[in-house]
């Protein structure tokens, strides 16, 4: 979009791509051309900026549902995080999509509690249309799943809730002028946009696009993705549905049962689909810890504090091993798991030390501090990926070195194909389009018109090339091993593919 000036049709790697809307793409765009960096920069600032508002988000909707302590509480939840964390730093815009939903959420429930702000229910349905923009109608799911269940279960309620709090007239039609134009545009312009609108949202329910999983897959996600909040559940079902003797208020103990609904609902809205990943449940973060965190605040002030240092207590045992564990993993004869400086063995020391102090104040009952020790280390553990696996996993994943080498290799003037991959980190680290070629007919069809081409390519792919008649000269080569597997060593190679010989 910054090269072209063209900041309504999508493209990626000179294909035009219409599975997305563009907000997220224009939120890098910008952040790109706001900082003069068209790199990793420009490309991870606004998953950052949505991490520091989700946190927020997540806090304002803690201590309206339960208090500030509730706040602090669910804020803590997620600091130590490791998937929120990690989220934060890529260049993916789920996390953009957790702030935006959670922040439309907290403006329909704070408009339901009736605190005078007028603009609330607004305020939610541009968020829903950012959502929308973001990622389509599964950018809407979250709050829209709050306001129904809400709005069914508060037909019991002793009380009338605020009037208002959802504007479904005035509310819909500033909606849909702030996300169909753009669908309206494409349809107009594009004559197939229609059937990958339709396949990206209905049609992959049935048919998965890809990453097929079975049905139960984000039950586990949920149970490790979590951590350390998945800890804590307990303390939420038993604080809803368990006997209190009367300390917890009715009010908190129906915002956490509805709370609980929307969050199983959704977990089976997410599991409908055949296609599923880890991080397309990270929406749901915010209402999980802010239900957590309400739970926890009282089941404290009701004094019922074993259900509340059992777990801090096994999160700072766990991580004090783990960090001893990790100082302790052999090289198995090839790349280490992590690199092994000094500094790296000083970050896995103080967690320890961190965790082992955290453990043993939970064991005393001091469970706040307990879990205050466990996400300083998990932060620091956060940290820790970073410096010292980063650098070994980077290597692996990204191809940042192997791209820029062959971008000074091949002249910007000749054409330069990736042949049988999809890597698009090649392209974005060298800084140019390279047309995939998904076949070797697809390579003879660009042979047909040149003598030869460079093509980037694994030495597999290189070697079957060779045996079907082609002059293949290979130029450049890198290899790489991943963390804790040094046998597992892939490669790519830069090449010069010549005709097929007569």
């Known amino acids: 979009m910054l ?13 035009v791509a219409l599975e997305k809307p563009p907000l997220y793409y224009w939120m890098i765009a910008a952040a790109m051309g706001a900082t003069g960096n068209h790199a990793e920069l420009g490309a991870r600032l606004p998953s950052a900026v949505a991490a520091v508002v989700g946190l927020a988000v997540t806090w304002r909707l803690a201590v309206l549902l339960g208090g500030g302590g509730s706040g602090l509480l669910a ?119 229609l059937s990958i609108f339709i396949h990206q949202t209905v049609a992959r329910i049935g048919e998965p696009y890809d990453h097929r999983e079975p049905f139960w897959y984000f039950g586990p ?145 001091r469970w706040l501090g307990g879990l205050a020790f466990g996400t300083a280390v998990l932060v620091l553990g956060n940290l820790f990926v970073v410096q010292a696996v980063g650098p070994v996993s980077n290597a692996y994943r990204s191809r940042a070195d192997f791209a820029r080498a062959v971008d000074v290799r091949v002249r910007m003037s000749e054409p330069l194909f990736v042949y049988r991959s999809t890597n698009l980190a090649l392209p974005f680290y060298a800084h140019r389009v390279m047309p995939f070629l998904h076949d070797a007919a697809a390579l003879d069809s660009v042979l047909a018109a040149v003598p030869s081409v460079d093509v980037v390519l694994d030495p597999r792919a290189m070697d079957a090339l060779r045996q079907s008649g082609h002059r293949v000269e290979a130029i450049y080569r890198e290899s790489w091993s991943p963390p804790g597997r040094p046998k597992d060593v892939r490669s790519l190679v830069l090449a010069r593919v010549a005709q097929l010989r007569r």
Do not use: C
């Open 3 to 15: 090269e072209s000036g063209d900041w309504v049709v999508p493209v990626e790697n000179g294909r």
């Open 75 to 193: 804020v803590l939840l997620l600091l130590g995080n490791v998937v929120y964390f990690g989220q934060a730093r890529t260049a993916e815009m789920d996390i953009v999509l957790l702030a935006v939903e959670g922040a439309a959420t907290w403006a329909f429930l704070e408009a339901r509690a009736g605190t005078g702000r007028r603009w609330l229910p607004m305020a939610g349905w541009i968020l829903m249309a950012a959502g929308f923009m973001l990622k389509g109608p599964v950018g809407i799911v979250v709050p829209v799943a709050v306001v129904l269940v809400y709005r069914i279960a508060g037909r019991r309620d002793p009380g009338p809730e605020a009037s208002g709090w959802v504007h479904p007239g005035p509310g819909l039609l500033v909606f849909l002028l702030l996300s169909l134009p753009w669908y309206a545009i494409i349809l107009a312009r594009f004559s197939d946009a």
């Open 221 to 365: 996600v949920l149970a490790t993705a979590f951590l350390p909040g998945t800890l804590f559940l307990p303390v939420w079902v038993r604080e809803a549905w368990g006997r209190t003797g009367g300390e917890l208020p009715e009010s908190s103990r129906r915002h956490l049962r509805r709370l609980a609904v929307v969050v199983l609902v959704l977990l089976v809205f997410f599991s409908l689909s055949g296609s599923k990943r880890v991080y397309y449940i990270l929406p749901l973060w915010p209402l999980l810890a802010a239900g957590a965190g309400v739970a926890m605040e009282r089941a404290w002030a009701a004094g019922r504090e074993r259900w509340l240092t059992i777990p801090a207590a096994l999160l700072t045992g766990v991580l004090a091993v783990a960090a001893v564990a990790a100082a302790l993993v052999p090289e198995l004869g090839g790349p280490p798991f992590f690199a092994r400086t000094v500094f790296a063995f000083a970050m896995l020391a103080v967690m320890a030390l961190a965790a082992a102090w955290g453990f043993r104040a939970a064991l005393r009952g």
